[in-house]
């Protein structure tokens, strides 16, 4: 299992420096929501920085599929947080970002909740069979709250409903990774190619997660587009977390550790986890409530 979890910290790494060229395009790249959202993805297509960024997301998230096919998903997910802090160190030295005391803080605890996850790992994970009814049912509710985020005015101004759909996306997305991966390896199919076709073109996970991959890739990029990197990627990725978290407990019969220490060092991590998901957002909505401010005072001066 060493192995495979090493393998997502690669995986991590090519996700967080492809999404650093993503974010680097931003201001120059339009929106893609409303009706505009077919030109918009047209443009980021068109530029090469953009569309090299994705490129290395892609491998990452190629070692990430073979990571999670052989590792418990909610361990690997968390795993995938070390994407975090180089995509911050990136944007601080690369982009020129700056972070306020309470965002470092979130930020922090996303680190310490992965030392937390790193240290119980000995005491491993038991997996069950996956639950098609559970992952739905999640799946569905996830989307409504994700829609809920996007009708709050202030969520959404400031790019803070974006950033949490694209987690939420990319979520539900590894856990259709982890349900595509387990059905391809409970069926008996042959390795004959046409037969391996077959496979993936008949398996509705397979559709699942690109169509969750790119709605997050859309809303990721749009949050970008309204607010700071160093925000909304670290939100996005430990919302991304916290939905194979459940999942896996829910739809795949994933549990804690026998050892009660091991066990509360995994808590501790999930539940650090949402309490920066959670600093992360109210600081955001409380800089765009600032800057709104600062911008009706600035009229009412001229």
């Not at 310490?112 to 739905?136: E, K, P, W």
């Not at 199919?189 to 559709?207: F, K, Q």
């Not at 804690?256 to 920066?276: C, E, H, K, S």
């Amino acid at each position: 299992m060493l192995i495979y979890l090493v393998l997502a910290v690669i995986a991590s790494t090519l996700m967080a420096l492809g999404l650093l060229m993503m974010k680097s395009r931003a201001e120059a790249l339009p929106d893609a929501r409303g009706t505009g959202i077919v030109r918009g993805v047209l443009a980021w297509f068109r530029d090469p920085v953009w569309l090299g960024g994705t490129g290395v997301q892609t491998v990452g998230w190629v070692m990430y599929v073979i990571a999670v096919s052989q590792a418990p998903v909610s361990m690997v997910a968390v795993m995938m947080q070390g994407g975090i802090a180089l995509f911050v160190i990136f944007s601080v030295v690369v982009l020129g970002e700056r972070a306020r005391p309470a965002e470092w803080a979130g930020i922090v605890a996303i680190v310490v909740g992965m030392i937390l996850l790193s240290i119980s790992l000995s005491a491993g994970a038991s997996q069950g069979a996956m639950n098609d009814r559970t992952v739905i049912a999640l799946s569905i509710v996830l989307a409504i709250g994700a829609a809920t985020a996007f009708m709050s005015p202030r969520l959404a101004q400031g790019g803070t409903a974006q950033a949490i759909g694209s987690g939420i996306a990319f979520g539900l997305a590894g856990l259709f990774t982890k349900a595509m991966t387990d059905a391809f390896e409970a069926s008996s199919l042959d390795l004959e190619i046409g037969v391996i076709a077959m496979g993936v073109i008949t398996n509705p996970w397979v559709y699942a997660t690109i169509v969750a991959n790119l709605a997050g890739m859309v809303m990721l990029q749009n949050s970008f587009h309204q607010a700071r990197g160093i925000i909304t990627m670290p939100l996005s990725s430990a919302l991304s977390n916290l939905v194979p978290i459940a999942g896996g407990m829910l739809a795949f019969g994933e549990r804690l550790p026998t050892d009660p220490i091991a066990a509360a060092m995994r808590v501790a991590a999930f539940v650090l986890t949402i309490a920066a998901s959670t600093v992360l957002a109210a600081s955001q909505e409380e800089k765009t409530e600032s800057d709104a401010v600062a911008l009706k005072n600035a009229g009412a001066a001229s």
